[in-house]
């Protein structure tokens, strides 16, 4: 979806994200980094382009660039989607990170942002997380993140080498949200900047809200 939304807090500003950032972004891709994604590997910087111009399209999809709120460089991408304001829910997704930023508060930080954005103002009951079940990398950190593990859908998608994968789903609820956000407000304290309100998280734009 096209939007206007800016989300900033603990050094990070959410952009929204656009084609462009393609060309910032693709020297971070790389076979081993992407393993487990849904998406092919893209083999260009236009291919990846291609990509975000889809998610940019996608009417259930909210997708930022992620950037240092300092200098502007940019450090990866994340997104809502699958947004159902009917049935109070959305998924996160579409993220990576360039391999120099893994284990660093980046992940957590801009995972805090969406969260926020998601229960606070779109006011979700909701918010899934599902990872290619494989990829013990990613479960650890959404695990870290305070969603509960709920068990493994089989045979869940058609990966981009042609063979069945199963996905790892996760979850965070409306009513465990304030304990999970009281818990990564407290693992992100060091990386808080003067400008931080009490919540840690800024909402520039609503406007994916008003729809």
Request: proline content about 4%; aromatic content about 10%.
């Amino acid at each position: 979806m096209h939007h206007e939304n800016v989300l900033t807090g603990y050094g990070l500003s959410l952009l929204p994200l656009a084609p462009h950032h393609a060309e910032g972004l693709f020297d971070f891709v790389d076979a081993a980094m992407w393993a487990g994604m849904a998406a092919p590997l893209p083999a260009t910087a236009h291919e990846l382009s291609g990509l975000f111009a889809a998610r940019i399209e996608d009417p259930a999809s909210l997708a930022f660039a992620v950037t240092d709120q300092r200098t502007g460089a940019l450090l990866g991408t994340t997104a809502l989607n699958a947004f159902d304001a009917a049935q109070q829910r959305v998924e996160v997704g579409g993220t990576f990170f360039g391999r120099q930023l893994w284990g660093t508060h980046v992940n957590p930080a801009s995972k805090h942002a969406l969260l926020a954005f998601a229960f606070d103002v779109l006011h979700v009951q909701r918010v899934a997380f599902r990872c290619d079940a494989r990829n013990m990398r990613s479960a650890a950190a959404i695990e870290r993140l305070g969603a509960t593990f709920e068990g493994v859908l089989r045979s869940h998608r058609l990966a981009p080498d042609g063979t069945r994968a199963d996905s790892a789903v996760f979850s965070v609820l409306g009513q465990e949200w304030p304990a999970v956000q009281q818990r990564l407000q407290h693992r992100l304290a060091p990386f808080a900047l003067a400008g931080d309100h009490a919540g840690g998280t800024d909402y520039a734009r609503r406007t994916f809200a008003a729809l």
